[in-house]
């Protein structure tokens, strides 16, 4: 685990007595980046931290387009939302991530709690469920969670990001909450239309029993499945070696695992597993392999079992998965230089974990459970990149209606009506000048895509209507002050 550096240090503010954390307070430790009068000292550097982006206005609509995708899903599959703190006692990530645990931020003893940054939404909601004394729940979070990853920005790996997690905890019938996880990725990743995809699932009691017949002890099945999970990313040459020479296998053991671990396919490859002689003498590997059956049988009455694929070098590394893990991969096409689709990332991932809340409760009580995180930071990088691809102008707001003036003097009258339309409910500006030229207002209606322009001047005020004009045919209509609000209603329908 990294631990974040003493809090006062040149360059670094304190959160202490004199700064309240408040917007717009102060807060003072002694030299910094700043000099005098909060003026930049020569030699800052203006950047964000590594594995951190800003995100301006158009990246901003893009990403509430997307999240609103997700959120609408998970509403459609009756999940309720919920939040929970940025900070976690250290003592409740501890334990849980496998060998990604060196991946956590630590944060310095705060006045007798030792803290650090969440590093997913899974585990806070466990604690969640055991504080709460919860054992019934289907609910979502999105929120942002903090890695200290290599970042690849490029593809949408960073330290700080967003998760959007979906969850059914509970004691239920096997395999049909998982089978519903699956059909939401399935729904989502279709809805975002990013192309081709795949859902990869295996159960980790397929693996345990994997590594059990090809005789790797126990002790070794955590590190042995974090080295069979880079088999998306390495050859099996290469992982091969890593067993052997980091993990300390035998080559035979790796040889005999190689043989399962390289196998895919759907509910025919269920089937023969089932009949193999060694695994189906294993307890672990034999239920796992009932209820991969069971749920392909599922997601053939959801009538998605044709984009899912049981890889059985799904391994994923989080220790607390204990049945059936699933990964979602988009796939880049087929060309003359590629003799089948290849995957171009992961997009979403999650499985079964049904001991983890057994682990915050004082007497132990499990609460089973089962959860997707869409990956929503690789999601958006991809959309990113078609809209600049694209070349579509993307609005920044959603403002209707500018009220504008065509002479001097007439603040009052701009003033008047756009509170009206406020109050009306409609999302109006103007420009934040007492007397700005006509052309100058209506050149601001065509750079920011506003549709229509609501302009007032003498005769106007006099008549007791307001011209409309339509911004794209520049068409322009006299209209009733009394009607203008149901006008512009009427002309903004969908």
């Not at 309240?20 to 003072?28: K, L």
Request: a neutral charge; one cysteine or more; glycine letters at 8%.
């Amino acid at each position: 685990m990294l631990r974040l550096g003493p809090l006062v240090a040149a360059g670094r503010l304190l959160a202490g007595p004199r700064c309240s954390g408040t917007r717009g307070s102060v807060c003072r430790a002694g030299p910094g980046p700043l000099g005098e009068r909060g003026l930049p000292s020569q030699g800052l550097v203006l950047k964000t931290p590594k594995g951190t982006r800003d995100h301006p206005p158009a990246h901003m609509v893009l990403r509430d387009r997307l999240l609103a995708a997700v959120v609408t899903c998970f509403k459609r599959h009756g999940a309720a939302a919920i939040d929970t703190p940025v900070l976690e006692l250290r003592e409740t990530l501890v334990g849980k991530y496998g060998e990604e645990a060196k991946l956590i931020y630590e944060l310095q003893d705060q006045g007798g709690e030792l803290l650090a940054l969440r590093y997913d939404l899974t585990v806070p909601f466990a604690r969640y469920l055991a504080m709460n004394k919860i054992t019934n729940m289907k609910r979502y979070h999105i929120a942002k969670v903090y890695r200290r990853d290599n970042p690849a920005t490029t593809r949408g790996r960073y330290r700080e990001f967003y998760q959007c997690d979906f969850d059914i905890a509970g004691q239920f019938d096997p395999m049909i909450p998982d089978a519903e996880c699956l059909k939401i990725v399935h729904e989502i990743l279709s809805d975002l239309q990013l192309g081709d995809f795949l859902i990869k699932v295996n159960d980790r009691r397929i693996l345990n029993g994997v590594v059990a017949v090809c005789g790797i002890p126990e002790s070794k099945f955590i590190s042995t499945c974090s080295t069979i999970d880079k088999l998306d990313k390495m050859p099996w040459k290469e992982v091969r070696s890593e067993m052997v020479g980091e993990k300390g296998l035998s080559p035979e053991a790796a040889d005999r695992i190689g043989e399962y671990v390289q196998l895919n396919g759907g509910l025919d490859l269920v089937e023969r597993l089932l009949q193999d002689p060694k695994l189906s003498q294993n307890k672990l590997a034999k239920e796992g392999l009932g209820d991969m059956k069971l749920l392909f049988e599922y997601l053939t009455l959801f009538g998605i079992a044709r984009k899912i694929s049981f890889d059985l070098s799904l391994a994923r590394g989080l220790d607390y998965y204990t049945g059936v893990i699933f990964e979602a991969v988009l796939l880049q096409q087929e060309n003359d230089h590629m003799e089948e689709p290849v995957s171009v990332g992961s997009v979403a991932g999650g499985g079964r974990y049904d001991e983890l809340v057994g682990m915050f409760d004082p007497k132990g009580r499990k609460v089973p459970c089962v959860g997707v995180s869409i990956g929503i930071e690789r999601i958006f990088s991809i959309l990113e990149q078609k809209v600049k691809a694209s070349g579509e102008k993307i609005r920044t707001t959603e403002t209707q209606v500018l009220v504008a003036t065509p002479h001097k003097h007439l603040l009052a009258a701009r003033l008047k009506l756009i509170s009206e339309l406020w109050d009306a409910g409609i999302k109006a500006e103007m420009l934040y000048r007492k007397d700005p030229k006509l052309l100058k207002q209506l050149q601001y209606c065509e750079d920011t895509g506003i549709p229509l322009a609501a302009i007032v001047g003498e005769q106007e005020l006099t008549d007791g209507v307001v011209k409309l004009r339509d911004v794209a045919t520049r068409e322009e209509v006299d209209i009733p002050r009394e009607k203008l609000v149901d006008e512009i209603r009427r002309r903004l329908e969908p």
